[in-house]
């Protein structure tokens, strides 16, 4: 089994200050983590992902997050918001049956000037 | 890689109908998958559609209301019947491809039933 919990429903940042997306996990297996962003309208965007190499994940347009299995979190940040930032934000389990992926509820990312 | 385009891209349908959703794929994928978004929500896994048999349903989710087809390795159909407005949702396609067996998403099907 296996699930995923997003920590925050909502993020509000100011341009140029750092975001930090929680996402804690749990499952039977060696998971698979990744984080998936999805701009209004917009189809789903992979930003990165954990498959068991090195813990810190780097991802596009400056991302990033870690694997910590002692805490079962997964977060992602971002040194420095953007205003093309602003979007929804899903954390993402998956076991050895890939693509039977379970999704988190979501971050709404805002980004203010 | 993997490119995946859905037909239609969004329908507005009346209640007690039913609407296919066509899912195509543009390299051959041994696993396809349907998700529904409702509105506001996350990602909902519906099936795995599997080629040459019937389709593996998620909990809450059944063949009489979702009947999914999987001709060939491009190609699956997702039916959504006897339609209510709780059926408006986004649906959408994914497939493991490549080497490293990555998840794809395509663009969605956006539904409203009216």
């Known amino acids: 089994a296996q699930s995923v919990t997003q920590l925050d429903s909502h993020v509000s940042v100011s341009e140029g200050t750092p975001v930090l997306l929680r996402c804690n996990y749990s499952?039977?297996?060696?998971?698979?983590l990744f984080w998936y962003v999805q701009h209004p309208n917009k189809g789903l965007q992979l930003l990165l992902k954990?498959?068991?190499?090195?813990?810190l994940v780097k991802g596009i347009n400056g991302f990033e997050a870690e694997f910590k299995k002692s805490e079962t979190s997964f977060h992602l940040t971002k040194p420095s918001a953007h205003m093309s930032d602003a979007a929804e934000y899903f954390c993402v389990v998956s076991g050895p049956n890939a693509g039977k992926s379970t999704f988190g509820d979501g971050t709404t990312l805002t980004v203010k000037p | 890689s993997a490119v995946i385009s859905q037909k239609p891209s969004r329908d507005i349908c009346q209640r007690g109908t039913s609407l296919t959703i066509q899912c195509q794929v543009d390299?051959?994928?041994?696993?396809m998958f349907w998700y529904r978004q409702q509105p506001g929500q996350s990602l909902t896994l519906i099936a795995t559609?599997?080629?040459?048999?019937?389709?593996?349903?998620e909990s809450g989710f059944v063949i009489d209301k979702f009947p999914i087809s999987r001709p060939n390795l491009t190609f699956s159909t997702l039916t959504v019947s006897n339609m209510s407005p709780e059926d408006s949702s986004i649906y959408l396609c994914?497939?493991?491809?490549?080497?490293?067996?990555?998840?794809?998403f395509g663009p969605g099907t956006r539904l409203t039933v009216t």
């Open positions: 390299s051959q994928v041994t696993m």
């Open positions: 499952s039977s297996y060696s998971p698979s």
């Open positions: 559609a599997n080629q040459g048999s019937e389709a593996t349903y």
């Open positions: 994914s497939v493991l491809a490549g080497a490293l067996s990555e998840q794809y």
């Open positions: 954990y498959t068991s190499a090195a813990t």
